[in-house]
Structure formats: structure tokens, C-alpha cells
């Protein structure tokens, strides 16, 4: 069992950065995929960044490619997301997850790191709202 509790979210203005944290409680969390998602009012939730664990490889969603950085420390069963040059339409609910590892491999997991049915564990969501 993993729980995740994730913080970090506040209301800032478009262009400012912020930085959520996700802990993750758990003997073997650390071995696990990470990701973020994010809902918008009225919206589904879409897909932000994931961080694999070994090899550490990082993706993202198109709408945040090259502004947001997700990030992992093992150690301390910390997972991060460095957000710059926000945009209004960056606000929503954004939720950590985790998924634990499969079998599957290449193509087929890349793809299911980035679908929310993918991911076995949530945190809680932190409301970032980006101001204009």
C-alpha cells in the first residue's frame, strides 16, 4: 500500500513558478513510476509529467513541455514539480500519482505512464490557480 500526499499549490500570477511536492509513504514506493495530473473545472484530467525509476526517464504532456520539470529524490521518497512561466490555463487540481511496476515495457508503458487508469495510487490534489 502507498499513500501520497501532495502540497505545494497556492494562487500566483501568470509568469510566476511554483514548486509541488508529492510524499509518498510506502516500503517500495521508491521503485515506483511517479506522475502528475491535473483537472480543470468542467475538464477531464489530463495528463502533466511522469519520472520512471530505473532507468529515470522523464515525460510530459504537450501543454508543458519546456516550463514544468518533474523531478524524484528516492531517498526521501519526495516527488517534485518545478512549474515556470505559468499560465492562466495551467489552473486546476493537480494530484501526484503512482503505478507500480509491471511487466510491460517499451512502447506499451510509456503509454501507460501517461493515462490516468494507468496509476494505482493518488494523492489527495493541491488547487494551483494562475492569475492574469
Known amino acids: 500500500q502507498v499513500q501520497l500526499v501532495d502540497s505545494g499549490g497556492g494562487l500566483v500570477q501568470a509568469g510566476d513558478s511554483l514548486r509541488l511536492s508529492c510524499i509518498a509513504s510506502?516500503?517500495?514506493?521508491?521503485?515506483?513510476?511517479m506522475g502528475w495530473f491535473r483537472q480543470a473545472s468542467g475538464k477531464e484530467r489530463e495528463f502533466v509529467a511522469a519520472?520512471?525509476?530505473?532507468?529515470?526517464?522523464?515525460y510530459y504532456g504537450d501543454s508543458v513541455k519546456g516550463r514544468f520539470t518533474i523531478s524524484r529524490d528516492n531517498a526521501k521518497n519526495q516527488l517534485y514539480l518545478q512549474m515556470n512561466s505559468l499560465r492562466p490555463d495551467d489552473t486546476a487540481v493537480y494530484y501526484c500519482a503512482a503505478r507500480a511496476p509491471r511487466l510491460s515495457s517499451g512502447a506499451t508503458e510509456i503509454q501507460a505512464t501517461m493515462r490516468d487508469d494507468g496509476y494505482d495510487y493518488w494523492g489527495q490534489g493541491t488547487q494551483v490557480t494562475v492569475s492574469s
Open positions: 510506502g516500503r517500495t514506493a521508491n521503485t515506483y513510476t
Open positions: 519520472i520512471t525509476w530505473i532507468p529515470t526517464k522523464t
